[in-house]
């Protein structure tokens, strides 16, 4: 069965210092993985997916089928990352969501 | 362009009625998604359309959820007999369909049992 699982319910850190979301899946096929985002008061929307294999705002996430993980990553968080993260794995069209990990970046 | 419009934003209703939430898509948008998400949780699958028909409705909970999306635009999201463990919110989301494309969302409506 397909399964997302982020560890962390909250992350704290310091404007200026690196930020790692965690983000584990469960999959019997070849995955495909996105983060998305939702700010105070918006809407979710996409933050990246693996098959780009880009960085948005400064944000990369590589996936590791060894570990089955798709950590989320910035050097330097900057307090307009705050917000509610979202990792998501998508089966035939259907996305399956981590319960999100709420990243407080600290001035 | 208008994103994915969710109509009410919210909504208040009494034990055991019936309620109706409705999602505006995307135009031109081929797959059609509900979720719910409930307090400190992810957005959770109820219901997947490709065009008008249900092309997965796994995730409804019961029969007292149905789902519809008759002209493979608009869809309404249908809930007899409300619970107030169905309170939460529902989100809508669009897609062009295909593998790896991205899934807009609406900005969900508040559904509260009282």
């Known amino acids: 069965a397909q399964r997302v699982t982020q560890p962390e319910k909250l992350l704290s850190v310091f404007k200026g210092a690196p930020v790692e979301l965690k983000c584990n899946y469960s999959y019997s096929g070849s995955p495909e993985l996105f983060w998305y985002v939702q700010y105070s008061r918006q809407r979710l929307q996409l933050l990246l997916r693996h098959i780009s294999r880009e960085s948005i705002k400064g944000f990369t996430a590589d996936l590791n089928k060894g570990e089955t993980s798709f950590h989320l990553k910035k050097p330097f968080a900057q307090e307009e990352d705050s917000a509610m993260y979202y990792c998501a794995l998508s089966n035939f069209n259907k996305f399956y969501f981590g319960s999100g990990t709420k990243l407080n970046v600290k001035p | 362009g208008a994103g994915v419009s969710q109509t009410p934003s919210n909504k208040v209703t009494e034990k055991g009625k019936y309620v109706e939430l409705r999602c505006d898509p995307i135009s031109g948008h081929t797959a059609l998604y509900w979720y719910r998400q409930s307090l400190g949780q992810g957005p959770e699958f109820l219901i997947y359309f490709q065009g008008t028909g249900a092309a997965d409705d796994s995730g409804l909970p019961n029969d007292r959820f149905f789902a519809v999306r008759p002209e493979g635009s608009v869809s309404t999201l249908k809930i007899q007999r409300t619970e107030r463990g169905d309170s939460a919110v529902y989100l809508c989301?669009?897609?062009?369909?295909?593998?790896?494309?991205?899934?807009?969302f609406g900005q969900g409506t508040r559904l509260t049992v009282v």
């Open positions: 989301a669009s897609s062009p369909g295909g593998r790896n494309t991205e899934a807009f």
